[in-house]
């Protein structure tokens, strides 16, 4: 969302001028109020950007640029910056701040008590002991689970669907396909995967999963099916 803003506002450019004065309080200060459809869409529009926002990591005094921006943009000011240069470097801004994000997450996860780093670099951590068998790689696996990106936000949940997942191990994200193997029957563990032990640049077609993000799942091993390798 921000960035087709910023790529739409790139056409608008100008001649870079000093800004204006701050407005002497925030627009749309002296009326909030949701009581109106418009006003709820307007509101849903702002809420949806902000949630893209969530990305950048954006500091106080960044989140204070980007107002600016906005006020700036929507009043038709000419832009402080040249936009046509600067606008590009969105994307690339993005992964940056995203790698920094994940590092700090996969680092907290390994300093967690009980945690452990595997070789590819997914931390696991065992949350309930099992007492059953554990899967090869070329098992089918029973499993419920809950996938969160950094931020806390579900992305899937077997859990919620009531249903669990089934499939074979050697089959899935190379996390899964590490981690699950070291639980047996019963056991349930946390598994936070960096981006190159899950889905990289290509995350699946219409997830929320953005591209290049490190996941956490939650999974429990229900069972073992049967050994793909036979069929």
């Known amino acids: 969302m921000a960035a087709g803003l910023l790529a739409s506002g790139a056409q608008a450019q100008g001649t ?19 009581d109106s459809d418009d006003a709820k869409t307007i509101y849903a529009f702002g809420y949806n950007m902000g949630q893209g926002l969530e990305i950048f990591g954006l500091s106080a005094a960044e989140f204070e640029i980007f107002q600016r921006a906005l006020i700036e943009g929507n009043a038709g000011t000419p832009p402080a910056v040249e936009v046509d240069q600067y606008a590009p470097r969105l994307q690339a801004l993005a992964r940056t701040r995203q790698a920094k994000v ?14 452990v780093k595997l070789p590819s670099g997914v931390v696991y951590k065992e949350l309930k002991a099992g ?101």
């Open 131 to 231: 007492t059953g068998p554990s899967p090869k790689a070329t098992d089918t696996v029973s499993v419920h689970y809950r996938g969160t990106l950094t931020n806390g936000e579900e992305f899937d949940s077997s859990i919620k669907r009531n249903q669990p997942a089934e499939f074979p191990l050697n089959g899935v994200i190379k996390c899964w396909t590490e981690g699950v193997q070291k639980m047996k029957v019963g056991t349930k563990a946390k598994l936070t995967c960096p981006t190159k032990t899950a889905y990289a640049d290509r995350p699946p077609t219409g997830s929320k999963i953005p591209p290049n993000a490190v996941l956490e799942f939650e999974v429990e091993l229900l069972g073992i099916p049967g050994d793909t390798s036979r069929k």
């Open 16 to 34: 870079p001028k000093a800004p204006p004065p701050a407005p002497a309080q925030p627009p749309g200060a002296a009326s909030s109020a949701l």
């Open 102 to 115: 994940g590092e700090i997450v996969l680092e907290k996860a390994a300093q967690e008590k009980g945690a």
